[in-house]
């Protein structure tokens, strides 16, 4: 009986060897195999960990590079905007210049009006069917409205008033020039009509009819007598050109002026002619002295005023 448990425990004491030195094999492999998944999770996660990082250092940089851009585009907006700004301040203070000069150029139209009115002269012909130049259309420019108000209503306007506003200075300008013409001629005109005594003295014999102290018969007299001291000046009573100087039969030493538009002035009886033929003359300068040469019965200047070779009353001409 002893024997057979002794046996039993043998057995089983070599049953449980076997086992742990089993076992103990699988727990190596066991422990190996969990060593070598623990190395690769490590491996793999660090690997991961350098990777995720790596997507991160990326994402940053690309996400400052972003940034940048957008504050450049943004610096860029805001320059852009800036110079839109001065832009339509700078069409706004255009807009304001073209009514202001349209206002000039309509108050430059009345006065040229006015001038022609009391210079009694005719409108200018040219361009007659002008409708007229102002600011006081429906063209007119409103400067006030807001920088972005309307904006491009109001640059096409601008295109339209200046295409208006060369038409209205030309026209302008045209009539401004036919108006200086036509007061240049007025006042050659003017400077060139007698209209000072060409001496000083009491009027010895008046124009017209009278009785000849030579022959004591009805004649005409062509001109005006003016008595004073031999010596006395005499003066040209208007612009002009010496035509003639000389002698002519019974009127003594003479001096002629021609003083354009038909007008020609003679002045005889003179002791001394200081002007000589083609001099020009102005309004009271001297160009001789009063005499008694020729048929005379004492010191005296006769002094004609013919308009297209008529002789005319000098008195007419003598304003002063």
């Known amino acids: 009986m002893k024997e057979i448990r002794r046996r039993e425990n043998s057995a089983t004491k070599q049953h449980s060897f076997s086992f742990i030195k089993k076992n103990g094999k699988s727990v190596k492999k066991f422990n190996g195999l969990l060593f070598y998944s623990t190395l690769v999770l490590l491996i793999v996660s660090i690997l991961s960990g350098i990777t995720l990082f790596g997507f991160f250092i990326y994402d940053?940089?690309?996400?400052?590079?972003?940034?940048?851009?957008?504050?450049r585009m943004a610096q860029r907006i805001v320059d852009q905007q800036k110079t839109i700004n001065q832009q339509q301040m700078q069409i706004h203070a255009f807009a304001e210049e073209i009514?202001?000069?349209?206002?000039?150029?309509?108050?430059?139209n009345r006065f040229e009006k006015k001038v022609r009115q009391l210079a009694s002269l005719g409108p200018y012909e040219e361009g007659a069917d002008h409708?007229?130049?102002?600011?006081?259309?429906?063209e007119s420019l409103d400067p006030k409205l807001g920088l972005k108000q309307d904006h491009?209503?109001?640059?096409?306007?601008?295109?339209?008033?200046?295409?208006?506003?060369?038409?209205?200075?030309?026209?302008?300008?045209?009539?401004?020039?036919?108006?200086?013409?036509k007061l240049e001629k007025r006042n050659n005109f003017l400077a060139a009509t007698p209209s000072i005594r060409p001496a000083d003295g009491w009027i010895s014999s008046p124009f017209g009819k009278r009785t000849s102290p030579f022959t004591g018969l009805r004649t005409?007299?062509?001109?005006?007598d003016i008595a004073n001291q031999k010596g006395t000046p005499i003066v040209a009573p208007a612009d002009g050109?010496?035509?003639?100087?000389?002698?002519?039969?019974?009127?003594?030493?003479?001096?002629?002026?021609?003083?354009?538009?038909?007008?020609?002035?003679?002045?005889?009886?003179?002791s001394?002619?200081?002007?000589?033929?083609?001099?020009?003359?102005?309004?009271?300068?001297?160009?001789?002295?009063?005499?008694?040469?020729?048929?005379?019965?004492?010191?005296?200047?006769h002094y004609e005023v013919r308009l297209n070779g008529v002789p005319v009353n000098p008195e007419k001409y003598i304003l002063n």
Do not use: W
């Open 152 to 181: 491009d209503r109001l640059i096409k306007k601008i295109g339209r008033q200046i295409d208006r506003l060369e038409i209205d200075s030309s026209h302008v300008a045209g009539s401004l020039e036919n108006l200086i013409g």
């Open 60 to 71: 940053y940089h690309c996400l400052r590079t972003s940034m940048a851009d957008m504050g």
């Open 131 to 138: 409708t007229g130049v102002g600011g006081a259309t429906p």
């Open 241 to 270: 050109v010496v035509t003639f100087t000389g002698k002519k039969e019974n009127m003594g030493n003479v001096v002629v002026i021609d003083h354009g538009h038909g007008i020609v002035t003679r002045y005889a009886h003179l």
């Open 99 to 108: 009514d202001t000069l349209e206002d000039k150029l309509v108050g430059l």
């Open 272 to 301: 001394k002619a200081l002007k000589k033929r083609g001099d020009k003359v102005k309004r009271g300068g001297l160009i001789a002295k009063m005499g008694n040469s020729g048929r005379s019965t004492g010191p005296h200047l």
């Open 220 to 224: 005409f007299h062509s001109g005006l």
